[in-house]
């Protein structure tokens, strides 16, 4: 069964260190397929002006989950039931966090309720020119407060690890020693899966 598939992976991801107390989660990409409001310019340079023209209530609800969507949601259903032992899934992402971006999330099982709330770092919630860098050196300064803050957890005692399809983050995280899983891989090993099963 996928189920069955998909707790196997996220165990064999987990167990490689250590249980981690965090997991941060990319979203574009890496958990949210909204590839078809993305475009690139001549150069092959991301398009942001067409990101943001696209960044319509309509476009956002067109988005769809990819393969890891269902691991994180089991681990978001697990924190906010307080089950023991469950890393914090914590969400470092790159977009302009609006009211349909968090209502997508929540219709998804991918963002935990009021209770339990969960930390999202994304760029509506950056400060003066934070805001505005490139995607690594904008992840690079949400690394550096996040650590500062959470002073307690040890990333090269496997306290966290990330998921993230951006080659450049995840150096970016592997040079904080946090174990970032290629979400891009691992995304097309888990759709070859589920497409072997009903072949």
Known sequence: MLSAFFAE???MELTKQKMP?????DLDGTIIDSSHRVN???KGKFDLSYWIE???PENIWADSLLPLAKLMRHNVTQWQAGIVGTPEPVILTAREMGQHDHGFLRNHGLKSDSRRPMLIMSRDKASGEHRYLPDVEYKRQWLDEFLFCRWELSP???DL???DDNPGIIDLFQSFGIFCNDA????????????AQFA
């Not at 107390?21 to 989660?25: G, L, M, T």
């Not at 891009?184 to 497409?195: C, D, H, I, S, T």
């Open 9 to 11: 992976r996220q165990k």
């Open 21 to 25: 107390k965090v997991i941060i989660y």
């Open 40 to 42: 690139f310019d001549a």
């Open 54 to 56: 696209k960044n319509t």
């Open 156 to 158: 090269h005692n496997g």
């Open 161 to 163: 690890i990330a998921y």
């Open 184 to 195: 891009k891989k691992l995304n097309k090993e888990m759709g070859a899966n589920y497409r």
